[in-house]
């Protein structure tokens, strides 16, 4: 073989090796950065959950954000006594006041459409008023069989869904 020949296999041979280790490096940056945004991603990540405070005095239902991140809150839908209305909107609170204000005297608070709840926040949804101490067994009466649900979203516009009984 000539010496010609030999330097000429082995140049083929380096730039091929140098193509494949390009190709690996690529490889791997591509799935470092891929891993890097699904931690992110989880990093951020909210959960509303329904926090029942019966025995509190006054008695309330609440929502917290136990995740990690903030949630934006897209709808939360009641559904009372077979009736369904929207928790994130004043006109859906008229609504319940007009079918249930007799029960008992109630305080509500508002999430509407868009709100955002931070990490480890904590949001009164309805709660007894407070000095109404005698109506506690028909507002714990009163929502039972109910359920609530609720949509949201974290800030990478992922959705999630959580449904639960009162």
Known sequence: ??????????????SIVSVFVAACALFVSLW?????????????????????????????????????????VRS?????????????????WQQFNKQHSKSFKYAVGYLGKGAIMPAGSTEEIIALQKGSSKFTSQFLNFFTGSSIRIEYESIYGERFVNKRKL
């Open 76 to 92: 939360i839908t009641f559904m009372i006594k077979g009736h369904k209305f929207d928790g994130t909107s004043l006109k859906g």
């Open 1 to 14: 073989m000539s010496p010609e020949l030999i330097i000429s296999i082995s140049t083929v041979i380096i």
């Open 32 to 72: 470092s950065a891929h891993q890097t945004r699904k931690h992110n991603k989880l990093s951020v990540k909210p959960q509303l959950e329904l926090v029942k405070e019966l025995r509190a005095t006054p008695p309330y239902y609440a929502i917290l954000n136990s995740g990690l991140g903030p949630a934006i």
